[in-house]
C-alpha cells in the first residue's frame, strides 16, 4: 500500500510541473502574441497570420459578435479590439461620401490667362482601407468633383471644372489611418468662355491626412497636361480636399 502510494505521489508531483508548463507556454502566447509576436490577431481565442484573418473576413466566415477581452475580440498590434471596432478602424470599405475641395491651378502663361482658384462638390465613390499583407494598395479613392474657378485677372470669365480621380496608397499595409503617402492620376476637363473647353490629365501625389469610415481628407498637387492649348495651359495644381459622411 505504502507503495502504491508513493508511486501516485511521484506521479502527481512530476504531472504538476508539466501541466504549469504547458498552461504557462499557452498563457505566455495568448498574453503577448508570440504565435506572430507583432502582427499575429487573436479571433475566437485562435492565433491567426494577418493573411488568415483578412480571407477569413473577405469571406465572411468570422461571426462578428459583442467582443470581451477573453471571448471573440481581435488582438492586434497589442491592443485589443472588439470585432466590430476593429473592422471599423482598420479594414473597412464606403461609399458615396459628399465633401468639398478647395484646388489651386496656375498655367504656364498665367502671365496672360491667370492663375485660377475655387472649391468643387467632390463625391467619393469608393473609398477602401484594408491594412493587410496582400498585394495592392492598402488604401484607395475613387471619386469625381465639379467646381467653379475663379481667375485673377479681371473681365476673365469663371471656369467649370469637371473630373475623375483615382488615389492609391504607396503602401500595402500601412497599419494606420493617418498621414498615408498616396499617388494617383486625375482626368476631366474644363470650360471657359475665352477658353472653351479643353480636356486634360494630372498625375498627382499627397498625403492622406486621415481616412476613417466617415471621414477622408488629404491634400494632393501635380502638373496638368492639357490636350488642347497645351503651351499656354499646362502647369502646376494643388487641391485640398475632405469628405465626410454622418453615417459609417
Not at 64 to 91: A, I, L
Not at 190 to 200: A, H, M
Amino acid at each position: 500500500m505504502k507503495k502504491h502510494f508513493l508511486l501516485l505521489l511521484f506521479a502527481v508531483c512530476g504531472f504538476i510541473p508539466s501541466y504549469a508548463q504547458n498552461y504557462d507556454s499557452r498563457f505566455r502566447t495568448y498574453s503577448h502574441g508570440s504565435y506572430e509576436p507583432k502582427d499575429s490577431i487573436w479571433f475566437n481565442d485562435v492565433p491567426y497570420t494577418k493573411a488568415q484573418f483578412y480571407s477569413l473576413v473577405r469571406q465572411k466566415k468570422l461571426k462578428v459578435q459583442q467582443g470581451n477581452r477573453y471571448g471573440d475580440s481581435v488582438y492586434f498590434k497589442g491592443t485589443w479590439f472588439d470585432p466590430d471596432e476593429y473592422t471599423e478602424k482598420y479594414y473597412f470599405e464606403t461609399a458615396m461620401m459628399p465633401g468639398l475641395e478647395f484646388e489651386y491651378y496656375k498655367p504656364f502663361r498665367s502671365d496672360s490667362v491667370g492663375s485660377w482658384t475655387g472649391l468643387s462638390v467632390e463625391y467619393l465613390f469608393y473609398g477602401k482601407v484594408h491594412n493587410d499583407d496582400f498585394n495592392g494598395p492598402g488604401h484607395v479613392r475613387f471619386y469625381g468633383k465639379l467646381g467653379i474657378l475663379n481667375s485673377n485677372k479681371a473681365n476673365t470669365s469663371i471656369m467649370l471644372s469637371y473630373s475623375l480621380g483615382l488615389t492609391l496608397s504607396w503602401e500595402k499595409n500601412p497599419k494606420r489611418t493617418f498621414l498615408v503617402p498616396n499617388f494617383g492620376l486625375e482626368a476631366g476637363g474644363f470650360s471657359q468662355k475665352q477658353l472653351g473647353t479643353i480636356y486634360f490629365f494630372t498625375p498627382m501625389g499627397g498625403i492622406q491626412f486621415v481616412a476613417i469610415q466617415n471621414i477622408f481628407a488629404g491634400v494632393y498637387a501635380g502638373y496638368r497636361y492639357p490636350l488642347r492649348n497645351f503651351e499656354n495651359m499646362r502647369g502646376f495644381v494643388a487641391t485640398a480636399s475632405i469628405d465626410f459622411s454622418l453615417w459609417k
